[in-house]
Structure formats: C-alpha cells, structure tokens
C-alpha cells in the first residue's frame, strides 16, 4: 500500500531536514558562544582579564550548569564544543556560567558582597546582547548551510 502524502513528508523530515536543522542549531549555538564570549577587545562586551569568566561558560544536554563556587580556574570549551555538536533538533540544550562572579559581572552590581568587599561595578549585559542576536545567528546558520 502506498504511503499517504503526510506519512511521505514525514519521513523526508527524518531523513533530510532533520540533521540540517540540527547542523543549523548547532551553527547557531557556536555562534552565541562565540558572541557572548567575546572581549571587549575584540568588539565584544565581555571584560577579559584572565579569561577565567569566558571559559567558565558551559553546555549542558541534562540540567542547567550550576555556579561552583570557590573555584577559580575553569576550562569548559572542549565540553561545551563537544555537546554543542552532539546536540539534534527538538533536544533541550543549556548554557550556563559557572564562575561565581559571572552574574555581577553581566548584570552589575553595588554594594558589599558577602566578603565585605564594596563594589559600585555597571553590567556589561554581554549575555543579553549576545540572546538579542539569536534570531541573526540562525538566519547566518541558514544560509551557510543553503550555501553548502
């Protein structure tokens, strides 16, 4: 018996479209890293000192990354790389810091932590800046792989 025409297109989605919408995702997410990663010395928003904040940036496939504090030290790229490109269309996937400043960092903050340290500091927002051009990042996915 014939397959019906939804049934047709069903099956070209697996078969086709599906790995091109995860390559497009995939695309996409490499580039948002790249942006919300970015210093400031090189057009980003992002203050660079050690680099520390930047590669304390983690994927996750499971769960929300989760603050460690205390740590000082963080090397996530390969990780994040390698969940990023294991990562298919329709999964659920999440970025996260986990250096326990990247939240004063992003969104500022005055008054004294909890070290009796006093900072007046102004957010950079590089996280936000970086999801506002989510949308740009995918049509750029899109396209790259159109041009493939």
Not at 59 to 62: F, I, K, N, P, Q
């Given at each position: 018996m014939a397959k019906s025409f939804t049934?047709?297109?069903s099956d070209w989605v697996d078969d086709e479209?599906?790995?091109r919408l995860s390559w497009i995702i995939q695309s996409a997410v490499n580039k948002l890293v790249d942006e919300v990663t970015?210093?400031?010395e090189k057009g980003g928003l992002m203050p660079i000192d050690t680099r520390n904040l930047a590669k304390s940036l983690l994927?996750?496939?499971?769960r929300a990354p989760s603050v460690i504090k205390g740590k000082t030290d963080f090397d996530n790229a390969s990780t994040t790389e390698l969940v990023i490109?294991?990562?298919e269309a329709g999964d659920t996937l999440w970025l996260g810091f986990q250096a326990a400043y990247a939240a004063r960092v992003n969104f500022g903050f005055t008054g004294t932590d909890s070290l009796g340290r006093?900072?007046?500091q102004t957010g950079a927002f590089f996280f936000e800046s970086a999801a506002a051009k989510w949308p740009e990042f995918v049509m750029q996915a899109e396209k790259e792989i159109g041009d493939a």
């Open positions: 049934a047709q297109v479209a599906q790995p970015r210093g400031k994927a996750s496939s499971s490109l294991g990562h006093s900072y007046n």
